[in-house]
């Protein structure tokens, strides 16, 4: 393995390039796989049930981190609120594009979803006090452009429900995103984690009852939302663990693949078309979205936060 390989982060972690970036290919790919099983679910399978067996599964593996890699105080938080508020916008982000994913084509929701990016420097001078310069600022009015674009009425095959949904879930993930930041100061992320997947289940668990959502039965249906929760949970890991191994800033950009990955399973599996208003639009995003992620490294090195 060669010296590029092998490095020490600004936080004095050990960096493994080959490794974190294949684990990170992992991850994108899994997380791709899990929206398609979603989508081919959602027609039999209602969003709470989908998502109460998401949240379940995935416990047993980060409650098994959180107890290795913190013992008794596996469970301990310093900062309930803001935890509360991590717990509420992520859950209702995932919710949004589960829900989306019944109402529109998999691969417009996973472009949508990687507006995240221009949410959070949106929002970042509002929630954190952070100053955002002309440039990014510029840059996340071209990317809204090309999401404009991506939304033309004139393509059609959506609903107004679906694209609100659609821009809902990376709005809220952008909404837990800057909650992150404050918790990562004060709260290990693998009890974050369990209490997030933990508070998940039980709530969606409320809802399907209240709602009166019937369980499957089928022993495919069975088995798919199986796949969904136990999938999502080596997910999650491979995203906690390819940032133990190689810098965000790196990994950030790799996760963009998931939109060329989202639009071949969509054509793929669900035979759905491939638009210039797609092509367009994707492009305008992910690089508006890559040039935001450049400046704020660059601020980063150079100190002028």
Same mark, same amino acid.
């Given at each position: ?57 995935? $416990? ?67 929630? $954190? ?177």
């Amino acid at each position: 393995m060669s010296g590029d390989s092998n490095m020490r982060t600004g936080d004095g972690g050990l960096t493994n390039l080959p490794l974190g970036v294949s684990v990170a290919l992992g991850e994108i790919t899994v997380m791709v796989v899990v929206s398609a099983l979603v989508k081919l679910v959602s027609d039999d399978i209602a969003t709470t049930t989908i998502l109460l067996f998401r949240y379940a599964l995935c $416990l047993p593996l980060l409650l098994a981190t959180a107890v290795w890699q913190r013992g008794r105080s596996a469970l301990s938080i310093t900062k309930p609120r803001t935890l509360s508020l991590r717990i509420a916008t992520g859950l209702i982000s995932l919710a949004c594009f589960y829900a989306a994913l019944d109402l529109m084509p998999l691969s417009l929701v996973t472009v949508l979803f990687q507006t995240l990016t221009l949410f959070v420097t949106l929002l970042a001078p509002m929630m $954190l006090g952070e100053r955002v310069g002309w440039r990014r600022w510029t840059a996340v009015i071209v990317g809204f452009g090309g999401t404009m674009l991506l939304l033309n009425p004139a393509a059609g095959g959506w609903t107004l429900t679906g694209i609100l949904l659609g821009l809902g879930s990376p709005f809220f993930g952008a909404l837990m995103m800057i909650t992150l930041r404050r918790l990562g100061r004060h709260d290990s992320p693998a009890t974050t984690a369990v209490w997030h997947n933990g508070m998940g289940a039980i709530i969606f668990a409320v809802i399907m009852i209240a709602v009166g959502a019937p369980l499957p039965t089928g022993r495919a249906d069975m088995a798919l939302l199986i796949a969904i929760g136990v999938l999502s949970s080596f997910q999650q890991f491979g995203l906690a663990f390819s940032h133990k191994l190689v810098p965000a800033s790196i990994l950030a950009p790799l996760h963009y693949l998931s939109i060329p990955m989202g639009i071949g399973a969509g054509i793929m599996l669900f035979g759905e078309a491939l638009t210039l208003e797609i092509i367009v639009g994707s492009a305008i995003i992910i690089a508006s979205s890559i040039f935001i992620l450049r400046r704020e490294r660059q601020l980063r090195e150079a100190g002028q936060r």
